[in-house]
């Protein structure tokens, strides 16, 4: 991509599909992005001139793999981007790493079961390249968990019933051992949190459009 005032970001990928057999298919992608977001001009409100090519310089990596054997789904994605933070010498880290499994059975013509696990590992607004205590406080990792399982059952074309429960545990940690860098609802560098929930709806399908009607309990 190209402005006025130059390159803008190059973007490379490569995606494919192959069923390798009648019960076995995998799936793929992977993409690089290098560049700036924009290279315009402006002033702050105070009349300080700034540069956005200073300020949106990012390098993003990403990469997703799915494989499935039958009614069972596995898949694994990793997301990461470096942004330059304007004229400072240290750098913004963003990381998604996500992987799990999902499984549909087929219960009978109108009745189906799908079991899903997921489990992800980020790191929001890492901090790079900086001895900034204040900076440094905020790198945290977080890390959640989660299941659930799904009961659908469509008697009819215009009926669909669901039921169901969700589950997740999310523990997120900063990684300095420092007064700043604690969370006050505990007083620790460590919060941990669990999840529950059940559910059930019905949705009816019309010539106008879908009414959904539901109840949901969560602890």
């Not at 540069?51 to 990469?63: E, G, I, L, W």
């Not at 694994?76 to 999902?102: I, K, P, W, Y």
Request: hydrophobic share 35%; charged share 20%.
């Amino acid at each position: 991509g190209f402005t006025p005032e130059g390159l803008t970001r190059t973007q490379a990928s490569l995606s494919g599909a192959h069923r390798l057999s009648r019960d076995h298919e995998i799936s793929y992608l992977i993409a690089s992005t290098r560049g700036r977001l924009s290279n315009a001009h402006g002033l702050l409100p105070d009349g300080t001139p700034i540069s956005y090519q200073d300020s949106t310089d990012a390098v993003a990596t990403s990469f997703q793999f799915n494989y499935r054997w039958k009614q069972l789904k596995a898949f694994m994605s990793f997301q990461e981007e470096n942004t330059d933070v304007s004229d400072a010498l240290h750098q913004v880290l963003f990381r998604n790493v996500l992987f799990g499994a999902e499984y549909r059975r087929t219960l009978s013509k109108s009745l189906e079961l799908t079991a899903k696990l997921v489990h992800a590992d980020q790191s929001p607004w890492f901090h790079l390249n900086t001895t900034n205590t204040d900076e440094l406080a905020t790198n945290a990792e977080n890390q959640r968990t989660s299941a659930s399982l799904f009961l659908s059952y469509k008697p009819t074309n215009w009926l669909n019933l669901r039921v169901g429960a969700q589950a997740y545990h999310q523990r997120t940690r900063f990684q300095v051992n420092t007064p700043e860098a604690i969370f006050s609802l505990n007083g620790t560098p460590a919060l941990a949190m669990n999840d529950g929930a059940a559910f059930a709806e019905a949705t009816i399908h019309g010539v106008w459009g879908n009414l959904t009607a539901g109840q949901r309990v969560e602890h």
